[in-house]
C-alpha cells in the first residue's frame, strides 16, 4: 500500500502543477511507456511552456499538435551534433517510446 500511496500522491502533484494532464479525463497510466512527445511536453511545461516559432524541421510533427511547440523548444536546447542527426533522419518520431535519458 505504501508504493501505492507514493504513486497516489506523485500523480497528484504532477497533475496540480500542470505538468501532466493524463491519458484522458480519467485515465492517468502511470505504467504506461512515455512517448518522445509526451517527454518533450512534460520538459516544456517545467519551464513555464516558453513560447516558440514553427518550423518544419520534421515532416513528422506539424504545426497546431499537442506536442509542436515542446518539440520544436526541446530541440533548440539540444547540442548541434544531436540535432544534426535527428535532422539527418529527417524525423522526430514523436510517437516513439523514450529509450534512454541523456
Known sequence: MRGEARRLESIILCAVDGLMTGLNDTTFGPGQSLARAQFAVILHRMNNTPEVAYT?????VPDGMWF???ILW??????????ARELTRRAMLPAQNVQRLL
Open 56 to 60: 518544419t524541421k520534421f515532416p513528422d
Open 74 to 83: 526541446a530541440m533548440r536546447l539540444l547540442p548541434a551534433k544531436i540535432t
Open 68 to 70: 509542436t511547440n515542446a
